[in-house]
């Protein structure tokens, strides 16, 4: 009990200290927050939910089958980066003036799923950190990997859920 009390302890940190932090779904939360809406921001927030999974996979997998990474982590960054400077210069480039306002559809969950993927963040985190640590607690027992992972995903979500009704103030 005490063991998972522990990893529940460390995914609350973990997951609150990554959901704080600065970098693409942090910007992104706020960006779909201030041009659309809270509904939005909290959307985006949502979308490590969705990714992280073949993530995790995905890392285990490299982590398994590889002993140096640093290609593959080259590529997905060189990915996430481009994709980063299609958002930013989407985001400064003015349009034009148009007085016949259309809605337009934010499309937010998308861009935070694609965000997330192409970022990164995940990747280090759930090769150096996350994997390794929910590997050890399912050697402990399963409700020590069940408790770091529920208690990072829901401090994840949840601080980037709060930046974006604070953004939206």
Same mark, same amino acid.
């Given at each position: 009990?005490?063991?998972?009390?522990?990893?529940?302890?460390? &995914?609350?940190?973990?997951?609150?200290?990554?959901?704080?932090?600065?970098?693409?779904?942090?910007? #992104?939360?706020?960006?779909?927050?201030?041009?659309?809406?809270?509904?939005?921001?909290?959307?985006?927030?949502? @979308?490590?939910?969705?990714?992280?999974?073949p993530i995790? @996979?995905?890392?285990?997998?490299?982590?398994?089958?590889?002993?140096?990474?640093?290609?593959?982590l080259g590529?997905?960054?060189?990915?996430? @980066? %481009?994709?980063? &400077?299609?958002?930013?210069?989407?985001?400064?480039?003015?349009?034009?003036?148009? #007085?016949?306002? =259309?809605?337009?559809?934010?499309?937010?969950? =998308?861009?935070?799923?694609?965000?997330?993927?192409?970022?990164?963040?995940?990747?280090?985190?759930?090769?150096?950190? &996350?994997?390794?640590?929910? +590997? =050890?607690?399912?050697?402990?027992?399963?409700?020590?990997?069940?408790?770091?992972? @529920?208690?990072?995903?829901? #401090?994840?979500? &949840?601080?980037?859920?709060?930046?974006? +009704? +604070? %953004?939206? =103030?």
């Amino acid at each position: 009990m005490i063991e998972s009390i522990q990893y529940l302890v460390s &995914g609350i940190l973990f997951g609150f200290a990554a959901g704080i932090s600065p970098g693409p779904l942090l910007v #992104l939360v706020i960006t779909e927050t201030i041009m659309h809406s809270r509904k939005e921001g909290i959307i985006v927030s949502a @979308a490590p939910v969705m990714t992280d999974i073949p993530i995790i @996979a995905t890392t285990v997998f490299i982590l398994s089958r590889c002993s140096s990474s640093n290609f593959v982590l080259g590529i997905i960054s060189l990915a996430g @980066a %481009v994709f980063i &400077g299609y958002l930013a210069y989407d985001s400064i480039m003015i349009k034009g003036v148009d #007085l016949n306002i =259309r809605k337009v559809k934010p499309q937010s969950l =998308r861009k935070g799923v694609i965000t997330n993927f192409l970022s990164p963040h995940p990747y280090f985190f759930w090769m150096t950190i &996350g994997a390794p640590t929910v +590997l =050890r607690a399912f050697q402990v027992n399963i409700a020590s990997a069940v408790s770091f992972i @529920a208690g990072f995903y829901v #401090l994840l979500v &949840g601080s980037k859920v709060l930046i974006a +009704l +604070l %953004v939206d =103030r």
